[in-house]
Nanobody, 124 residues
Framework: QVQLVESGGGLVQAGGSLRLSCVASGRLFRWYAMGWFRQAPGEEREFVATIAWKDGNTYYADSVLGRFTISRDNAKNTVYLQMSSLKPEDAAVYYC?????????????????WGQGTQVTVSS
């Protein structure tokens, strides 16, 4: 069982930056691909970014490519999402998720564990 706790959300002006963090419990963190997803009101949960467990390859949604960066610190059991040049359409609840031995999937169904989410609000 893995517990994920996100933090770092908040209110930011358009064009600003935020860094989200997700801390995982347990000693197997390095074996999990970690993903960030987001969900706006009335919308489906959508893929944002992921980082594979073995080779550390990263993948991004087209809508955030070049603006967001995912990274991980296995010693701290933490995955980060650095968000820059934020737009109003980036506003959502952001969730981190863990996929054991994952290669970096964009599909929510591939992920075994989910955090509670952290709210990001972007004012125009």
């Amino acid at each position: 069982q893995v517990q994920l706790v996100e933090s770092g959300g908040g209110l930011v002006q358009a064009g600003g930056s935020l860094r989200l963090s997700c801390v995982a419990s347990g000693r197997l963190f390095r074996w999990y691909a970690m993903g960030w997803f987001r969900q706006a009101p009335g919308e489906e949960r959508e893929f944002v970014a992921t980082i594979a467990w073995k080779d550390g390859n990263t993948y991004y949604a087209d809508s955030v490519l070049g603006r967001f960066t995912i990274s991980r610190d296995n010693a701290k059991n933490t995955v980060y999402l650095q968000m820059s040049s934020l737009k109003p359409e980036d506003a959502a609840v952001y969730y981190c998720a863990a996929d054991l031995y994952g290669k970096g999937s964009q599909e929510t169904r591939e992920y075994d564990y989910w955090g509670q989410g952290t709210q990001v609000t972007v004012s125009s």
